[in-house]
Nanobody
Framework: HVQLVESGGGLVQAGGSLRLSCAASGDTFSVNVMGWYHQALGKQRELVATITRRGSTNYADSVKGRFTISRDNAKNTVYLQMNSLKPEDTAVYYC??????????WGQGTQVTVSS
């Protein structure tokens, strides 16, 4: 089993930046892909970005060029650097870890609010 704890959300003005962190514990040796998803009020949870253990990344079109995902395997931590934030980025951001058996684990979520 894998536990995930997110931090770094908050309130920021449009154009500003935030950095999210997600620390994994437990059976971290089994984790392959880590990533971030967001869920705006009344909407479905959507992919933001993912990164494999080897560092291959994937981004939603809406965040390409603005967000950067990175991973420190030694610390079992994944980061999301969010720049040029827009009001439409407002959502609860969830950390995800997927193990080699394709089992998903989720963090508790952290609120990101971007004011116009």
């Amino acid at each position: 089993h894998v536990q995930l704890v997110e931090s770094g959300g908050g309130l920021v003005q449009a154009g500003g930046s935030l950095r999210l962190s997600c620390a994994a514990s437990g059976d971290t040796f089994s984790v392959n892909v880590m990533g971030w998803y967001h869920q705006a009020l009344g909407k479905q949870r959507e992919l933001v970005a993912t990164i494999t253990r080897r560092g291959s990344t994937n981004y939603a079109d809406s965040v390409k060029g603005r967000f950067t995902i990175s991973r420190d395997n030694a610390k079992n931590t994944v980061y999301l650097q969010m720049n040029s934030l827009k009001p439409e980025d407002t959502a609860v951001y969830y950390c995800n870890a997927r193990d080699f058996g394709n089992v998903d684990y989720w963090g508790q979520g952290t609120q990101v609010t971007v004011s116009s």
